[in-house]
């Protein structure tokens, strides 16, 4: 039974909460639709509550030490919570990059195509497209397409980041998780992740943990401020940074905490 969401909600949290072994309560009854084709922002201060929630969509949080989790998190309206629903394929439709570039000790190819080759991809022609079209995608095409026989460390930390945004793309996704990728990168490339996620947003949904409040500002098509396990405002990104209508999430904005 499928659960009925508008027709531009991609994934919807119903009244999610989350407890950790040592009884810390890191989410509390959040409600928050996620757009279809749009970057969705979730921003505050630490602690409050982001990346647990970011985790949930692709069930992440299953290998960690939680103790009880309530509520229901829908994507096109199939409850991804149900212990009998399958985390190999939600995976696939909802991949995620991290803080810290993790590329695999191979190739720059074979970064790409190992998630492929698991699924059982094996023809080189359909892996070598994946290849083209993941780096294009992902804004590293120009500068590494003539090495991809070279070893992934070898690139620099801003590549590696966008090594594993394409490796993530290779698989087509419909929804990318990204929990502060560009906190170690610098402005150039983090300047270059933000205009990828602009131009991809028409094929897949976005949802990211920013580094900053800056950076939430300048990509957000929606945001979400958390405190302290709590949803306390979601609206349009230019709702929420120019007017945005609680005060604390106006308080967190301008600077005066966080």
Known sequence: MKFTMAPNVKIRIENFGLRYSDGTESLHAITLDIYANQINVLFGPAGGGKSTILRA????????????QTGHIYLDGEDITRPDYDVVRLRRRVGIVFARPVVLP????????????????RDRATLDAAVTRSLQQSALW????DRLADPAHALSGGQQQRLCLARVLALQPEVILLDE???????????????????LKSSYTFVIVPHSVQQAARVADWAAFFLQGELIEHSTGREMFLKPRHPKTEDYITGRFG
């Not at 969509?57 to 009880?68: A, I, P, Q, S, Y």
């Not at 191979?106 to 991809?121: C, D, F, H, P, W």
């Not at 120009?142 to 397409?145: G, K, L, Y």
Request: proline share 4%; glycine share 6%; net charge negative.
């Open 106 to 121: 191979m190739s720059i190819y074979r970064n790409i195509t190992y998630g492929l080759e698991l699924a059982g991809v």
């Open 181 to 199: 990728p560009t906190s170690g990168l610098d402005p150039i490339s983090t300047a270059k992740i933000e205009a990828t996620m602009q131009e």
């Open 142 to 145: 120009d500068e590494v397409h």
């Open 57 to 68: 969509m692709n069930r992440l949080n299953d290998l960690t030490d939680v103790v009880e």
